[in-house]
């Protein structure tokens, strides 16, 4: 807690103070290519902004497109040697993220980098179009299905280049508040057990066992790719706008915890990109330092069987 307050630096040297452009300064990214999804907004267009300035080609997935090009013209109006380009992902629509991978294969483009950044949060209870709890359908499965889609083209550009791939997926520090049982796999997406916060927790749950699991397959299997989980920080943006009075309260009381965006981006770019983290892998970092997760977080038998469940949502999906 002291070192989230005062800044101070951690074992990486970098702190909850240090900013995406700090923790990037003097890497050369020209030899990437990376994806990050919800880069069209919030921690999401700083984290593509930036490596965008260390000169990595960035694919921003977004579900709005108007936003997303707005994006693409604010990195180029300050950096106009920017490699950016857009494409159209609903991570909440299973299909959408099949065409959004078979598009980006047809392009025949490396892939060095997937940072799973979107995500909404507090949300009141609904569907996705798949009949899946739109929390979980956009925060965990739609991520998990994407990086599976992806998961070859990584392999591919790893293997051709000598460069160890990364996947980098944000999780939360409310990883540690899910229901009990931390998957409700049988009432996922059942609305009289629903509560927004505790959904909230199981879907950044969800994150970091996914991570977990894919980081031990690709081991198991000598694959160069890392898979690591991040909790970007407490910062207001877009994704606190189901959030309410409760939020602003707690805000007012909290003020000194807070990040502004450049700092909720750091983490992200740190595991992304920083030469120190090569071959570190199914790990969680907060304020740019390895951190202890939840113990359920941990727990390999829950993440085989999410993996599981995953799946079965996602073909049963598929086949609807």
Not at 242 to 251: A, E, K, N, Q, W
Not at 263 to 271: D, E, F, I, N, S
Not at 311 to 318: Q, R, S, T
Request: glycine share 8%.
């Amino acid at each position: 807690m002291l070192k989230l307050i005062t800044g101070r630096p951690g074992p990486s040297g970098f702190g909850s103070a240090s900013t995406a452009e700090q923790i990037t300064d003097g890497i050369d990214g020209s030899n990437l290519t990376a994806i990050v999804t919800g880069g069209a907004s919030g921690i999401g267009l700083e984290t593509a902004r930036v490596l965008a300035l260390r000169n990595v080609h960035v694919i921003i997935a977004a579900r709005n497109m108007e936003a997303a090009n707005e994006a693409k013209q604010q990195i180029l109006k300050d950096n106009n040697a920017a490699r950016v380009d857009v494409e159209k992902l609903d991570l909440s629509s299973i299909r959408t993220v099949k065409a959004f991978a078979d598009k980006l294969k047809a392009l025949n483009l490396p892939l060095n980098i997937l940072i799973n950044n979107a995500g909404i949060m507090f949300c009141p209870f609904q569907l996705s179009e798949d009949g899946i709890e739109t929390q979980f359908a956009t925060n965990h499965i739609g991520h998990f299905y994407l990086t599976n889609l992806l998961i070859d083209k990584m392999k591919e550009t790893s293997k051709a280049t000598g460069i160890q791939g990364r996947i980098v997926n944000l999780s939360s520090i409310l990883h540690q508040y899910p229901y009990k049982e931390g998957i409700q796999f049988h009432k996922i997406s059942d609305k009289s057990s629903y509560q927004e916060r505790l959904a909230y927790g199981q879907s950044k749950l969800a994150n970091l066992l996914h991570s977990n699991e894919l980081s031990r397959r690709l081991q198991e299997e000598g694959a160069n790719i890392t898979v690591n989980s991040v909790h970007p920080g407490l910062i207001m943006t877009n994704l606190m706008r189901h959030s309410g009075l409760s939020m602003r309260i707690f805000r007012a009381f909290t003020c000194f915890m807070w990040k502004n965006v450049p700092q909720g981006a750091a983490t992200t770019c740190y595991v992304a990109l920083h030469p120190s983290l090569k071959g570190v892998t199914g790990k969680y970092f907060v304020d740019c330092n390895e951190h202890e997760p939840s113990k359920l977080a941990q727990d390999e038998a829950l993440a085989r069987n999410l993996w599981d469940v995953s799946n079965n949502l996602i073909n049963a999906a598929l086949k609807s």
